[in-house]
């Protein structure tokens, strides 16, 4: 908890708010210029999912941004690899981030998060439950991602990076659902994509490449 707390404090500043307002303004355009969507089919598909996908795109992309004041500069910094030299686990070190990204992105999203459940209180049930076991996945990703990548100037490629795979899967899963027609493609295609992916990383993952990191 003591942890989760200094990393929100690191983020909680002026460039934070304006981007809680940016993701405000531009979902209550969405809303505003978008009429009843309880019956409307893009592709086959409810268009339902594709809103909850576009705001998981705006989840992912700032997740990517506030990573920066958390476990990218730890990494940048040098603590990681005393973290490792105290033998901490890869695993940890992704656990303990992992909560304070998701917190931290969640309260960023909040007020967007409002007003799609004020607008669109049938949705509730699918955002608190789609919306927010992929967007806790997509935090462990990012982190991982993190621990991952050696140079260290490709981090500011990860917003762009992770938000553009969450569109492929979005292309994939849709392709998957007009070919089967199974509800199941688009409600299990992208997090089983993602805990993959994810899971692939850690068990790749080693000390030596992460302390070998560089500029």
Known sequence: MGLITLNLKRVLN??????????AIFGMIFLMNFG??????????????????????LFIFFAGEISKDMLQQE???????????????ISSIVKENLLSLWIGT???LFPLLLMISIRLPNLILLLSTYF???????S????VLILWIRNMNWFKSIPIFATLLHILLVVLKCGIFMKT????VLLLFSPVSII???ACGLCLMTKERIVSSYY
């Open 14 to 23: 002026w460039n934070y708010i304006f981007m809680s307002a940016v993701a």
């Open 181 to 184: 027609n199974n509800v199941w």
């Open 196 to 198: 993959v992916l994810t």
């Open 36 to 57: 009843d969507i309880s019956e409307n089919i893009v592709f086959g598909v409810d268009i339902k999912y594709f809103m909850l996908d576009g705001y998981l795109c």
């Open 140 to 143: 462990a990703f990012i982190n």
């Open 106 to 108: 969640l309260i960023l």
């Open 132 to 138: 927010l076991i992929l967007s806790i996945l997509y």
């Open 75 to 89: 990494k940048i910094t040098k603590r990681i690899e005393w973290k490792l030299a105290n033998g901490i686990k």
